[in-house]
């Protein structure tokens, strides 16, 4: 085997690690919908538990990544490939980390569904998770014109957030009964924000590893 073909054969195992590891916090995501709807403690758990493969896969990513570059010394657009993986890889487990916030906060949370308290959460977590799938499979496939209508979905994550805002605002007006929980709302809210946002990156990385340039400033 080559040296270039056993490069690129490293590449395809660098890209089906981070497959792999999309597929692991999109799982997370979706399971966190969940046990936010029925307030389930196990499912929550669950989660929690996950969250230490997705930290494994991580490891192994940034150990293949590291690899390439002291073996292969990789330049230009190769070398781009590389870091950008590295850049990736730690947005992805932050993802991981919040999926696992949440899951605390519902474990935490024993009074009375939270779900029933606001009306926009659900909603702000299917488009987040959409979002981040949308986001690694761009990635993986180097299409920036999909990254960049991906990054456009983050204004009605952000738009969602304010309206839960208004209704914990709204129930704190009408009564402090649910103060304690109003806190955690505005948690798991604010956890799936910033699970749009780490989607948002994921996409710019996506065109920094095609173009060497990210929001039109070069770079690499």
């Known amino acids: 085997m080559t040296a270039r073909m056993s490069f690129e054969h490293e590449l395809q195992l660098l890209k089906d690690n981070l ?3 999309g597929q692991l916090i999109e799982v997370a995501i979706e399971k966190t919908l969940e046990a936010f709807e ?4 196990a499912l929550s758990k669950e989660i929690i538990e996950g969250d230490r493969n997705i930290n494994d896969i991580e490891k192994t990513i940034e150990a293949r990544c ?8 990789p330049v230009a657009r190769d070398l781009r490939i590389v870091t950008t993986a590295l850049k990736v890889v730690t947005d992805m487990e932050r993802i991981g980390d919040h999926a696992a916030d949440i899951a605390e906060l519902i474990i935490r949370e024993k009074r009375e569904p939270v779900y029933e308290l606001v009306k926009h959460i659900p909603q702000m977590g299917k488009v987040a998770k959409a979002m981040v799938h949308d986001a690694v499979h761009a990635f993986t496939s180097v ?3 999909k990254a960049r209508e991906i990054m456009k979905k983050d204004d009605l994550v952000d738009e969602l957030f ?3 805002k208004e209704e914990v605002a709204s129930l704190l007006r009408a009564s402090n009964e649910h103060v304690d929980q ?3 709302i505005l948690m798991i809210a604010k956890y799936f924000e910033r699970i749009g946002d780490h989607a948002v990156n994921i996409c710019e990385w996506t065109e920094f590893h095609e173009t060497g340039s990210v929001n039109n400033i070069r770079i690499l």
């Open 162 to 164: 304010d309206q839960v």
């Open 182 to 184: 109003c806190v955690d």
């Open 143 to 145: 299409n920036v014109e």
């Open 66 to 73: 590291l690899s390439l570059i002291l073996k292969q010394q």
């Open 38 to 41: 029925t307030q389930n403690e």
């Open 19 to 21: 497959t792999q590891m």
